[in-house]
């Protein structure tokens, strides 16, 4: 019985681990993937290009920029 | 009263002396992280004498019931150690070397059951202590086990040491289990929160 307990645990403890440690490489991945476009909708929203470093009055949008501003 | 009932008590009040024992020490070293985190501390009332009425403690605890409170100081010793692996100590020994050093020592004088039953059981209530403790720790600079492992795992950690002493030592488990629950109750409404005892 107790050693059944102990097991358990010691399986919780193991899955808990293995969980933590994939999600984080899991979580790492999608923010690799997230924070560019993120950063680059939050520098647009300020009114300059993250990538270009260009205020949005000089730069000739694209058509789906145009879009998003309007 | 009965003879057993009597024997539980006598291991209850062995392991609560041997606890204060240990809390008295432990707030005599930390004396001065206590007073930067504004924690309560036994030193602010006992000042020089703290040490004496520790091995006062022990030794009472001692004469209750040896086989249960000597094995809980040493492992309690060992596990404090463990916070300070690379430091040096007065005995020229690293933190490392010197619980090692302490829990051989242990294991030769009280055998294996009662050591690692011990190391097990302080174990448990250092990460318990640790997992409550992880804000005020925090706010002090400690680094404490719940920090490096993190906090589910340290709680989970804390439960499997639990078992494993119990598994280990059923006769002593409860006894020690009980002593250091009402322990911890009477330092939470001694010192009104803090609860670190081993």
Same mark, same amino acid.
Request: net charge negative; hydrophobic share 50%.
């Given at each position: *019985? ?5 097991? *358990? #645990? ?21 923010? !690799? !993937?997230? #924070? ?35 | ?9 006598? $291991?209850?009040?062995? +392991? ?6 240990? /809390? ?6 930390? +004396? ?8 309560? $501390? ?5 000042? /020089? ?15 209750? $019931? ?7 100081? &040493? ?45 097990? &059981? ?21 680094? $404490? ?5 993190? /906090? ?36 939470? &409404?001694?010192?009104?929160? /803090?609860?670190?005892?081993?």
């Amino acid at each position: *019985m107790l050693l059944n307990l102990i097991i *358990m #645990v010691s399986i919780l403890l193991i899955g808990y681990l293995w969980g933590k440690h994939d999600g984080r490489i899991e979580g790492y991945q999608r923010g !690799v !993937v997230h #924070v560019p476009l993120l950063l680059r909708e939050q520098s647009l929203e300020q009114g300059y290009c993250l990538l270009c470093k260009e205020e949005l009055e000089n730069k000739s949008f694209s058509n789906n920029e145009k879009t998003y501003f309007s | 009263m009965s003879p057993t009932i009597f024997e539980w008590i006598v $291991n209850i009040i062995a +392991v609560l002396l041997c606890a204060f024992a240990v /809390k008295l020490m432990d707030d005599y070293l930390d +004396v001065d992280l206590d007073a930067r985190g504004e924690h309560p $501390n036994f030193t602010h009332r006992f000042g /020089k004498g703290t040490p004496i009425y520790a091995m006062l403690s022990l030794a009472l605890a001692a004469s209750s $019931n040896a086989p249960l409170s000597l094995p809980l100081f &040493f492992a309690s010793y060992s596990i404090g150690m463990f916070h300070d692996v690379k430091e040096f100590f007065p005995s020229g020994l690293s933190g490392l070397q010197e619980s090692m050093l302490i829990f051989l020592i242990g294991l030769l004088l009280w055998g294996w059951q009662s050591m690692f039953f011990s190391l097990f &059981f302080i174990l448990s209530i250092q990460l318990f202590d640790d997992y409550l403790d992880i804000h005020t720790d925090q706010l002090t600079g400690y680094r $404490n086990f719940a920090h490096r492992f993190g /906090k589910t795992e340290c709680l989970l950690l804390s439960l499997l040491s639990l078992l494993i002493s119990w598994w280990l030592d059923v006769l002593f488990f409860f006894p020690a289990l009980i002593g250091a629950i009402i322990f911890y109750c009477l330092i939470f &409404f001694y010192q009104g929160g /803090k609860s670190s005892c081993y």
